[in-house]
Antibody, heavy 124, light 108 residues
Framework: QVQLVESGGGVVQPGRSLRLSCAAS????????MHWVRQAPGKGLEWVAV????????NYADSVKGRFTISRDNSKNTLCLQMNSLRAEDTAVYYC?????????????????WGQGTMVTVSS | EIVMTQSPATLSVSPGERATLSCRAS??????LAWYQQKPGQAPRLLIY???TRATGIPARFSGSGSGTEFTLTISSLQSEDFAVYYC??????????FGQGTKVQIK
């Protein structure tokens, strides 16, 4: 079945790095733009980053620009989020989510498939 | 950045009653508006996209309406499994995409 499974979360000290992964299955991964969305404890949803279906285009929320990098490997059906210079305010559950369209010139859609999320805690 | 504002923050409804949730965009998002349901400890689930189209497997008691800047999610007869937090989300044009702050639907 169509599925997204995140991994890589954990507890990390401020200023350190962490790399999240999202394994996709059950669909043609290379056809879809992919997003990362996060949710701080007890708070709402915040869009973090997007990458086009072919990996050629990407965008970030201002809150993470210059610190986070989104990437994908279509040969391995894997999405990644490299998080550097982590701050306490980055503490959240991180979800990967599928866009039904390819993104950019391919168009955008609602996020139709979500992973279960992985928790990132930034604390000394 | 387009700001999405949901109201009310909390809605107390009895089972079997109708619930009406509102979402307002700070500028037009056309019909590029989605609604998600989130239960505690779970990922969001897509309910409505294109402002009014139900996602696969979503019961007919969920309906969406609106376009431009004003949108509504209606749950016609609340079931026990519908008590949750609901978010609206625009996916209009370029990033950044934004979500509303959520409406919690709780048992009255």
């Amino acid at each position: 079945q169509v599925q997204l499974v995140e991994s890589g979360g954990g507890v990390v000290q401020p200023g350190r790095s962490l790399r999240l992964s999202c394994a996709a299955s059950g669909f043609t991964f290379s056809s879809n733009a992919m997003h990362w969305v996060r949710q701080a404890p007890g708070k709402g949803l915040e869009w973090v980053a997007v990458i086009s279906c072919d990996g050629n285009n990407r965008n970030y929320a201002d809150s993470v620009k210059g610190r986070f990098t989104i990437s994908r490997d279509n040969s391995k059906n894997t999405l990644c989020l490299q998080m550097n210079s982590l701050r306490a305010e980055d503490t959240a559950v991180y979800y990967c989510a599928r866009d039904p369209k390819g993104g950019y010139s391919y168009g955008w859609g609602a996020f139709d498939i979500w992973g279960q999320g992985t928790m990132v805690t930034v604390s000394s | 950045e387009i700001v999405m504002t949901q109201s009310p923050a909390t809605l107390s409804v009895s089972p079997g009653e109708r619930a009406t949730l509102s979402c307002r965009a700070s500028q037009s998002v056309s019909s590029n508006l989605a609604w998600y349901q989130q239960k505690p400890g779970q990922a969001p689930r897509l309910l409505i996209y294109g402002a009014s189209t139900r996602a696969t497997g979503i019961p007919a008691r969920f309906s969406g309406s609106g376009s431009g800047t004003e949108f509504t999610l209606t749950i016609s007869s609340l079931q026990s499994e519908d008590f949750a937090v609901y978010y609206c989300h625009h996916y209009y044009n370029w990033p950044p995409w934004t979500f509303g702050q959520g409406t919690k639907v709780q048992i009255k």
